[in-house]
T-cell receptor, first 115, second 112 residues
């Protein structure tokens, strides 16, 4: 079975540009999570969805960040306008419904560089 | 109260040696403690996990030790190999909540 699929794997853009990161979760998984990883702050949870509905976006750093999940097999994380401090690796992860056992299935990440 | 503190930040171990990574938590409501392994350019992947009613869990060369009274848990990698070189994250979760709280990560390098 395919794992979590993210695109693009690498993105280099200039400050002020719009960035859209994409994620396809594992089929049948009810929960989708967006994380950001930096050396300074480690893995930060940005937002998560349950059955395509955003449940907790308290980790979204500011209004420049938005996320959507229009259907069970697709989610986007958008940054507009992008800034150099947004440079990080963005991970999407998914898991099945039911009791939280801490097991998440991560994609390979999208490395964003904002110049 | 949701934090998980992890140490050391980096670790260099000789091949064949024991790698030890430690984590501590505050929230006694956590009831599941997974460890993740991340190789460069890849996403984290679940390595091994433990529940607080168990003091130790072993899978191959990887062992989790859990001290509920001290609110600490640790990962031991026996007979460390260069292929174990990766970043390791401890984490904690609660059954009724959907978030997973991650430690800050330990970059392990196993040298020949």
């Amino acid at each position: 079975d395919a794992g979590v699929i993210q695109s693009p794997r690498h993105e280099v853009t200039e400050m002020g540009q719009e960035v859209t990161l994409r994620c396809k979760p594992i089929s049948g998984h009810d929960y989708l999570f967006w994380y950001r990883q930096t050396m300074m702050r480690g893995l930060e949870l940005l937002i998560y969805f349950n059955n395509n509905v955003p449940i907790d976006d308290s980790g979204m750093p500011e209004d420049r960040f938005s996320a959507k999940m229009p259907n069970a097999s697709f989610s986007t994380l958008k940054i507009q306008p992008s800034e150099p401090r947004d440079s990080a690796v963005y991970f999407c992860a998914s898991r099945r419904g039911g009791r939280n056992t801490g097991e998440l299935f991560f994609g390979e990440g999208s490395r964003l560089t904002v110049l | 109260q949701q934090q998980v503190k992890q140490s050391p930040q980096s670790l260099i171990v000789q091949k064949g040696g024991i790698s030890i990574i430690n984590c501590a938590y505050e929230n006694t409501a956590f009831d599941y403690f997974p460890w993740y392994q991340q190789f460069p350019g890849k996403g984290p992947a679940l390595l091994i996990a433990i529940r607080p009613d168990v003091s130790e869990k072993k899978e191959g060369r990887f062992t989790i030790s859990f001290n509920k009274s001290a609110k600490q848990f640790s990962l031991h990698i026996m007979d460390s190999q260069p292929g174990d070189s990766a970043t390791y994250f401890c984490a904690a979760s609660r059954g009724g909540y959907q978030k997973v709280t991650f430690g800050t990560g330990t970059k392990l390098q196993v040298i020949p």
